[in-house]
């Protein structure tokens, strides 16, 4: 996963941006233009509201690419999958990141995962679906989720050249108005599953890689 993050300081506030993992949702320009303003050079200005609007509008970005330096963010007890139609996976609570032997290699509380297969920062978003022409609307396929008590932290697992192996208290939401809940359920990242967002598969007949 790559990493380019650029501060911003301002007499009370200090923002940080990651670069790479900014997919342009504009959760920060429409929350608070005065402080983020895109094609403004320098486009973040940490003076121009309070520390505490600045943290509420940052905390609206899906990526996790805006942070206030000093403030603690804590996930809720059950994660929150958010199924974007023709874009990936905003995921919300206590995220874990795991390689396929166990190693913990991102913690965090916002994340946008990739579900086109394209992306060159998997498992991260990096727009890629749109210039690949990934279209699925984001309605819940057939839920493949298994109920039982689960950690409130949610363990995504990447699974070698499959799908995210999810395990914790989590739901999942469509675009469609769809929701389904579980603890333990595999989520489509090559982008050609029939049963998106859930695998079905698919990725080993077309020899996806990841």
Known sequence: MQEKKISYSGAQTTITYDVARCIHAAACVRGLPAVFEAGRKPWVEPDAASTEAISETVLRCPTGALRVQ?????????????VVADGPLYVRGRLQVLTASGEVVLEDTRLALCRCGASKNKPLCDNSHRTAGFADHGALGEPKLKEAEASTTLRIKLADNGPLLLEGNVRIDGADGGVSAGVKCALCRCGQSKNKPYCDGTHKSIGFVA
């Open 70 to 82: 000093g403030l603690e963010e804590t996930g809720a007890d059950e994660a929150i999958v958010t």
